[in-house]
Structure formats: C-alpha cells, structure tokens
C-alpha cells in the first residue's frame, strides 16, 4: 500500500486547511486510515482516525474543529481542520493500517505511511 497525501501550508490563527491522503494497492477488509501530526522535538501523536466500518476517533485537542473524512468508494480520506492555533503547527503524515488494534493511538502499531506535509499556523 502506498500514500500520497498533499495540502497543509501557512495560515493566520483561526484559518482553515484541508489535507487529503490517497491509498493506493491491496488493502485489507478492516483498513483503516488516519492523521498523525509531529511538532518539532515531539513525539509523533494521533490526530485523527476513520476505519472501513465509517467510525471516526479524534484526539481530545481537534474535536470540534477538525473533521476526517472519506471519498465514497475509494481509499482517500480528507482531514478539515478549522480554527487553526498555532499549536496545531506541525508536520501532518497520513497512515493507513489493514488490522484493528487497541493501539491505534500509537503511531508504530500503523503499518504504512505518507510522506509528511507542512502545516504552520501563524498567531
């Protein structure tokens, strides 16, 4: 499976972003995809998440103000971020996995990654 994400840029406190991440090869019935995001000298954290079955999980910080989506029948998913602050700024990685765990927060249980995209949100 690859990913091939794109989006992410500048924007003021309070602007809007909107990332999107294609999965492209065989994947599994229980596929998952999601966002990661990575600030400088952190720990890569989960954002947020949608499995095949349409559940959605967010991270405490975004709810309410980021939406994940999917394009109906295929494997793109969109990542709405509004109200942006300045401690979203980071680098944003779509990852996808074929099998559910109840490690899901943790980003070495994901098993395939896109490359990262820049988002700096400006105060």
């Known amino acids: 499976v690859q990913l091939q994400a794109s989006g992410g840029g500048l924007v003021q406190t309070g602007g809007s972003l909107r990332l999107s991440c294609s999965a492209s090869?065989?994947?599994?019935?229980?596929?998952?995809m999601g966002w990661f995001r990575q600030a400088p000298g952190k720990e890569r954290e989960f954002v947020a998440l949608?499995?095949?079955?349409?559940?959605?999980y967010y991270t405490d910080s975004v709810k309410g103000r980021f939406t994940i989506s999917r394009e109906y029948g295929k494997n793109t998913i969109y990542l709405q971020m509004n109200t942006l602050k300045p401690e979203d700024t980071a680098v944003y990685y779509c990852?996808?996995?074929?099998?559910?765990?109840?490690?899901?927060?943790?980003?070495?249980?994901?098993?395939?990654w896109g490359q990262g995209t820049q988002v700096t949100v400006s105060s």
């Open positions: 990852a996808a996995r074929d099998r559910w765990t109840t490690a899901w927060r943790t980003a070495s249980s994901w098993h395939y």
């Open positions: 090869g065989r994947t599994d019935s229980d596929f998952a």
């Open positions: 949608r499995r095949s079955n349409n559940m959605l």
